[in-house]
């Protein structure tokens, strides 16, 4: 943007004029676009790279020999620093510029992708997924913050329908994309894809996206939190796949580590001068009731979306192409009805679509009992993932505008994403658990009946989930007055740190 990029240095020297002068771009200047579309392309070189990986997983995994624990790993590994650190990342952005903190993280994830595609072994795959997952981080928050932060206030709105627009056809491009690399040049293009469109994200925000930051930004980070939250995670969730062949040592001790660093992080964020997660948010019911019901419906989405994907092309004998595109109703559905449905909670309140949803959505799982040896996928496929896309199409925009309604205005970033890191770390337990559930470890994958056998115990666990989501959400969920959730629908459906994915996913 040249000249017309200003930079807002210092919290103490903001001004009403600065902010102003910062949030002056519209939808209709190529400015405005360029802002756009490098949002985008950040966050749907995300949501690209979490397609594609799911429809890999065989493939990579008999590459690389490894156990159905690396596939477990692969997607964890990322999944795990992703939830743990995206608070933290999107406080960075406010305090060191949203720009900035964008830029470093779309670098950041071109890196680690090129470290994923070069990995020769499954362990340093896991460990370039992680530091992918850092990027993520870093990446995920900035890009709507920055239209949030560049775009008038009448604007603004059309403008994050736009980044959510489109985010959508980059998640229903991506399988098409990740079937063909997988079958065409192999699994690790998967990764490289990446690198030109870092190239490109990094050219475009640096010419014409804007500069900003929060005047009221912390003036310390919680990074003993983030520390905290990351040992936590990441050591419970080593002690539940550890544990899928027999209770060991080094699983059971990574689970009480785990266990003590997640007390800790509670007892950090209590005491913590600025707490990454503030405590005190929580003593709203509405909110803290939609944050349970966000983790155990997403919970099962994650758990759904790992198996479905890899038991299409192991059992069934997809293709990888149509194995990511069997989905592709839900993110279809999902776009055309999800506004219908924010505009219907906005009316009648989010209980009765929060309560239902969830519900047709597990009925929706159930029908996917029936993928098997030889499924078709018009007659066995389509039907339950239609209906599971029904029910997916009413849950996610009531969640999101609860969980912004239920906070004040001045917390709906951090609120959102709160959210956002409630449904990863939903996802993460998932992989996790789901597999010692059904008792799937080792080459289990490679093998059709052991697989089956395990799909349908995992599926079943899916849609039980989901139920009790309905549940849950039917007795704690209250519709709020009217008009405070007219008031929050129209700006805050999506916010500085974004709600849960629009198609959900483990990666």
Known sequence: MGSRTREIDGRDSVTAADRSAWAALTLSSASGRWVVVAAVLGSGMAALDATVVNIALPELGRDLHAGFDGLQWTINGYTLTLAALILL?????????????????????????????????????????????????????????????????????KAIGAWSGFGGVATAIGPFIGGYLVAGPGWRWVFLINLPLAVLVVVIARRHVPESRDPRAVPHLDALGAVLGAVGLGGVTYGLIGSAGGVSVGSGFALLLGLIALVAFVVNERHSAYPMLPPGIFRNRQFTSANIVTFVVYGALGGLFFFLVVDLQVVAGFSPVLAGSALLPVTFIMLLLSAQAGGLAARIGPRLLMAAGPLIAAGGVLLLLRVGSGASYLVDVLPGVTVFGLGLALIVAPLTTTVLAAAEAEHAGIASGINNAVARAAGLLAVAVLPLLAGLSGDDYQHPQAFAAGFRIAVMTCATLLAAGGVLAGITIRNPVAARAVEALPRRQFCAVDGPPLQPTSA
């Open 89 to 157: 990342g999107g406080s960075l952005g406010d305090r060191f510029g949203r720009r900035r903190i964008f830029v470093i993280g779309t670098l950041w994830f071109a890196v680690a992708s090129a470290l994923c595609a070069l990995a020769p072994s499954i362990e340093i795959l896991v460990a370039a997924r992680a530091l992918q997952g850092i990027g993520g981080a870093l990446l995920t928050p900035g890009s709507l913050a920055m239209i949030e932060a560049s775009f008038v206030e009448q604007d603004r709105g």
